[in-house]
């Protein structure tokens, strides 16, 4: 079992930056891909950004590519979003997940942290 707890959304202006933490609680954060995903209302959650369990492997949805950062800190439980450059357009609930790539599903996911951006 994997509880996931995201923090540090807010509002901030365009061309600002925010970056998002996601805290994994259990000792097999290490042993699952993550992900950010987001949702904008009235639209379908989307991918945002990937990374593997080592860290070493990470992919960007092209809407994103440049601008944000994914990493990870494993001896800390925890998964970060660095978000650059932000652009209204970037307004959302963004989710983290846990991926579990022997079956590549989605098994657990974070509350959500609200994110926004002014113009």
């Known amino acids: 079992q994997v509880q996931l707890v995201e923090s540090g959304g807010g509002l901030v202006q365009a061309g600002g930056s925010l970056r998002l933490s996601c805290a994994a609680s259990?000792?097999?954060?290490?042993?699952?891909?993550m992900n950010w995903f987001r949702q904008a209302p009235g639209k379908e959650r989307e991918f945002v950004a990937a990374?593997?369990?080592?860290?070493?492997?990470?992919s960007y949805a092209n809407s994103v590519k440049g601008r944000f950062t994914i990493s990870r800190d494993n001896a800390k439980n925890t998964l970060y979003l660095q978000m650059n450059s932000l652009k209204p357009e970037d307004t959302a609930v963004y989710y983290c997940?846990?991926?579990?790539?022997?079956?590549?599903?989605?098994?657990?996911w974070g509350q959500g942290t609200q994110v926004t951006v002014s113009s």
């Open positions: 997940a846990a991926r579990n790539v022997l079956i590549n599903d989605y098994p657990y």
């Open positions: 259990g000792r097999t954060f290490s042993t699952y891909a």
């Open positions: 990374i593997s369990q080592s860290g070493g492997s990470t």
